[in-house]
């Protein structure tokens, strides 16, 4: 379940009545008032009185957002049903389609009703819950917790941008952003117990990478010269010539001998999943 513009939306009288019933210091309270209602700068210069909402990106918003959506997980505890709450991130679950879709509509209504919020129904509804996703996980009905295929997604567009031989980086900045993307998204997504999805992209994320490579060393006396400096030797420099494709060459023996798997991992062109073994994943 979606909550439409959510933090857009979030009624300030029926905040600051919650509000009231859990903090008693009215300093406080009128200095949260005074968040709320702070104007919204606008790109020309102006600014807009804000009636409703809470700011987006802002520390103290996730804890209002909480508090406001406390009467709900109050009212789907009173109603016995299993459910998770990420902020606006709402996952029911019930023993059957049917039952599914009578909690769906009934719960939209006491939104509606209680809260003054929209839930947003093309991204919400009902299903088994191993085909849809909560923050970029799913749920599998024997209880094991994957990585969502929209997650998987993203991630396949990312690594594509990351290593797009067009960017006008050395290989050290390279090599410095992709750290910083995939650790933290495997900081995140290692929580999953099912990783077969992840774990078998590492083979294709490598040839991303010496795909990168090869278009970087741009000219047969580059690629030559690099080879050379990665230990390639003999007739397999001849290779270097190759009238071939960047992603067909990305997958050829040669490449994979001059970067080898090991030799990513050694000058830190990392795979997480992976990281721990690198000599065990071959080449």
């Not at 859990?22 to 200095?31: E, H, P, S």
């Not at 709320?36 to 209002?64: E, F, I, N």
């Not at 003054?116 to 909560?134: A, H, I, M, Y």
């Not at 050290?172 to 933290?184: A, P, T, V």
Request: hydrophobic share 35%; charged share 25%.
């Amino acid at each position: 379940m979606d909550l439409k513009d959510f933090f857009d939306r979030v009624d300030h009288d029926i905040l600051m009545h919650r509000l009231r019933g859990k903090v008693g210091d009215k300093r406080l309270r009128a200095l949260v008032g005074a968040y709320l209602r702070a104007p919204v700068q606008q790109p020309g210069g102006g600014k807009d009185k804000r009636w409703k909402g809470v700011p987006q990106g802002g520390p103290l918003s996730p804890l209002l957002a909480n508090i406001y959506l406390d009467p709900l997980d109050k009212e789907l505890e009173k109603r016995g049903v299993s459910f998770v709450r990420y902020a606006d991130d709402i996952a029911i679950h019930a023993s059957s389609q049917r039952s599914a879709e009578r909690i769906y509509e009934s719960v939209v209504a006491w939104i509606g009703k209680h809260l003054k919020l929209e839930v947003n129904r093309t991204k919400s509804g009902t299903g088994p819950c191993g085909q849809s996703s909560l923050l970029g996980f799913r749920l599998f009905e024997d209880g094991k917790v994957g990585i969502a295929p929209k997650t998987i997604g993203k991630l396949k567009a990312k690594v594509r941008e990351l290593w797009d031989a067009r960017q006008s980086r050395t290989s050290k900045q390279l090599r410095g952003q992709w750290q910083r993307y995939i650790r933290g998204w495997w900081n995140y997504f290692q929580l999953a117990g099912w990783r077969r999805e992840v774990e078998d992209l590492g083979g294709w994320i490598r040839r991303h990478m010496r795909k990168c490579f090869w278009q970087r060393w741009k000219t047969p006396r580059g690629r030559l010269n690099a080879m050379k400096r990665l230990g390639v030797k003999g007739r397999a420099l001849g290779q270097c010539y190759s009238g071939r494709g960047a992603w067909a060459m990305s997958l050829h023996p040669v490449m994979q001998q001059a970067l080898k798997n090991r030799t990513l991992y050694r000058y830190g062109f990392i795979i997480p999943w992976q990281v721990a073994a690198p000599s065990a994943a071959g080449g």
